[in-house]
């Protein structure tokens, strides 16, 4: 079977105890020792590896040695490389808070004009216009909290207006 | 001794507070938000009061609140902890006026320590070394003057000010006529008040500060330095004592300004009075007392005590609350000394991929590290939320080891045993700087990080392609083992041990 995790294909068959799993036309034998709640020990090539695994809708969360990996599971159907947001399209860089909104949908900015505050654990983060435009659409109002890369607002070209 | 303490804080300080109480026999009474509802300190507390909104001016930043809580839970005292109103000299008078002991200094301490004009000026009185400048100068005509007299690069900076808000380095004349203007505007905002100060600015200084402690009966000691130099936007992340940097005499001189620093403030509890070090003076000085200079005192139990707790062999907050009670500090200078050397990780639930911003979420997965030597002061457990709302701190990764190199082989390999999932953390960061050779030679000055990271040579721990590979077969076959325990959901005799996304503290859904 087929599993994709960020832009990598596992091909994966089971031989009994034993999974041979290929990417990349290279083949890596690894073998479950033991398997407990957010811990596998895996013999991977005939190295002990230990991971801690944990999952959160299509994300999984891996340490091994120390290094943590976050990776997101897909089904399979080859996104075109990641959804690029067009370049009006302000996203939030962190979680947080809206703490102020300086403008209104019809407005017009100006390049480097701050359009909203987010804040977050203390810290102030200005989203600033990166072009000249219009306030297409507002889509969050203070006070609101909003998640990393939710989108905040739209600028247009004051042309395509 | 107090019966029971109200705790006008969260997180791992007012859990490390609650520990000493414990152990001294005093009831605790934790406060919280309503996004603290399940936190761990509530947990750990024999009573909890809930006393507002998530957002900290609703709640632990409400002096009124707070206060009416400790009165109506019949509690002696308050212990502020750090952050919040531990500084704030109105809460420390107001405590005191409702028959309650603020565990700290005296507001008086708290008020002479916390505006940075007034304080130079106490601190130049009573013979302790501050950085060449003047205060008190209004006009741009005196401060361009000053500014000629103390040699560019200077630096103006809000007479209130704090955490970097109001401060300008100016490394030109022409420059200073818009400096001052801006951080009299910034200073303005944050602190209502555009007071300013001159001073030369040192671009390369290390930051050491030295614990102090005194009792209410005249008794006043230092515990030694704490080297905080690793920082990133005035923020502290690695800290150790003894420093690196310091050896006989310069460590005695620097503690006795330390102890006439809080003397000169009639101070008692701990507190911690912060110097900048100029390393290139140092090497010129020749026991001139030129080369360190008292930047600041904080009037509250820092966040990096630990160390000093492990290296001098006290428990500083206990004795914080011995001396609030009245007791007397009973150990003189000569009877302390520092044994081995610790170090301190701040591991920050924040992103260094993503410009250090903070990382929100709920912690799938949270293990400490554990061994000899080491010791983690947190406020999370697995399944918490970790919210926008608070500091993003997570944990103190503290060891303590015979020495220097040794504690940092010790921090290294705790680093990699700390697990956390859920959040993204600061943790690959802390192992870039500790395994960088600046900080193996103890050339870190407080511009370090920012320099270092701009050049490109303080990068993430390169990633092991091997190691990366490992993770993705991990990830594969812990999906597949959920799938082959779905396909054998009817048969019940058989055990189960795949259930590795059914997490019992329900981690998710």
């Known amino acids: 079977m087929k599993l994709h995790f960020n832009d990598i294909t596992l091909d994966i068959s089971s031989n009994g105890k034993t999974f041979a799993l290929t990417l990349d036309d290279k083949t890596i034998q690894a073998e479950i020792l033991h398997a407990e709640i957010g811990k596998l020990d895996l013999l991977i090539d005939g190295q002990r590896v230990t991971a801690y695994v944990s999952s959160d809708n299509a994300k999984r969360w891996v340490t091994v040695n120390g290094q943590t990996f976050v990776l997101t599971k897909s089904s399979g159907a080859r996104k075109g490389g990641h959804a690029h947001h067009a370049a009006g399209e302000l996203t939030a860089p962190m979680p947080g808070q809206v703490r102020a909104v300086n403008v209104s949908e019809g407005d017009a900015v100006t390049k480097g004009q701050t359009l909203l505050v987010l804040e977050a654990m203390k810290m102030e983060i200005r989203v600033q216009a990166l072009q000249n435009g219009l306030v297409k659409k507002l889509l969050v109002k203070q006070g609101q909290t909003v998640e990393r890369e939710q989108m905040l607002i739209e600028i247009v070209d004051t042309l395509e207006s | ?509």
């Open chain 2, 1 to 509: 001794m107090f019966k029971k303490i109200l705790i006008a804080n969260r997180g791992e300080i007012a859990i490390r507070i609650m520990r000493a109480c414990k152990e001294l026999g005093i009831k605790t009474i934790a406060v919280y938000s309503d996004a603290d509802k399940n936190a761990l300190h509530v947990q750990h507390a024999d009573e909890a009061i809930h006393i507002g909104d998530s957002s900290p001016k609703e709640s632990y930043l409400n002096a009124d609140k707070l206060i009416r809580a400790a009165l109506d839970s019949k509690a002696d005292a308050i212990h502020p902890g750090y952050g919040f109103l531990s500084e704030n000299a109105s809460f420390a008078l107001k405590v005191a006026s409702v028959k309650l002991t603020f565990i700290g200094p005296s507001a008086d301490s708290i008020r002479a320590m916390g505006d940075k004009a007034e304080s130079k000026i106490a601190m130049k009185k009573a013979g302790v070394p501050t950085v060449p400048g003047f205060e008190g100068l209004d006009s741009e005509k005196d401060l361009k003057k000053a500014g000629r007299e103390i040699g560019y690069p200077v630096l103006v900076k809000a007479a209130a000010g704090g955490g970097g808000k109001g401060m300008r380095v100016v490394n030109d004349e022409s420059e200073l006529s818009e400096s001052i203007e801006s951080a009299r505007r910034e200073a303005l905002n944050a602190f209502g008040d555009e007071r300013l100060l001159i001073e030369k600015y040192i671009p390369n200084a290390h930051h050491i500060e030295f614990q102090v402690f005194g009792d209410q009966h005249g008794n006043l000691v230092h515990l030694f330095e704490r080297e905080c130099s690793v920082q990133r936007r005035h923020q502290k992340i690695i800290e150790e004592t003894p420093s690196p940097l310091l050896i006989s005499p310069l460590r005695e001189e620097m503690g006795s300004a330390a102890v006439k620093a809080a003397q000169a403030v009639g101070y008692y509890n701990a507190g911690t009075v912060e110097f900048i070090v100029d390393p290139d003076t140092l090497t010129l000085r020749q026991g001139s007392g030129q080369g360190f200079y008292f930047l600041e005192m904080n009037t509250r139990l820092q966040v990096e005590h630990p160390v000093t707790e492990l290296v001098v062999g006290l428990d500083l907050v206990q004795w914080q609350l011995r001396v609030a009670a009245g007791e007397l500090f009973p150990y003189s200078q000569e009877q302390l000394a520092q044994h081995g050397h610790a170090i301190e990780c701040r591991v920050y639930a924040e992103d260094p991929a993503n410009d250090f911003l903070p990382s929100t979420g709920k912690l799938l997965q949270y293990i400490e590290p554990r061994g000899p030597g080491i010791r983690v002061d947190s406020g999370f457990t697995a399944g918490d939320e970790v919210t926008h709302f608070y500091d993003p701190l997570l944990a103190k990764l503290i060891v303590h080891a015979e020495n220097r190199a040794i504690a940092i082989r010790r921090m290294q390999v705790a680093l990699k045993d700390f697990v956390v999932h859920g959040v993204v953390t600061n943790i690959d960061f802390l192992q870039a700087v500790l395994s960088h050779p600046d900080f193996a030679n103890g050339e870190v000055t407080t511009r370090w990080v920012e320099k270092t990271l701009e050049s490109g040579s303080l990068l993430p721990e390169n990633r092991q392609q091997a190691v990366e590979l490992q993770s993705l077969i991990a990830a594969a076959l812990a999906d597949l083992a959920i799938d082959n325990r779905q396909s054998k959901i009817d048969n019940r005799s058989e055990p189960d041990p795949y259930s590795l996304w059914r997490n019992p503290s329900g981690f998710r859904n």
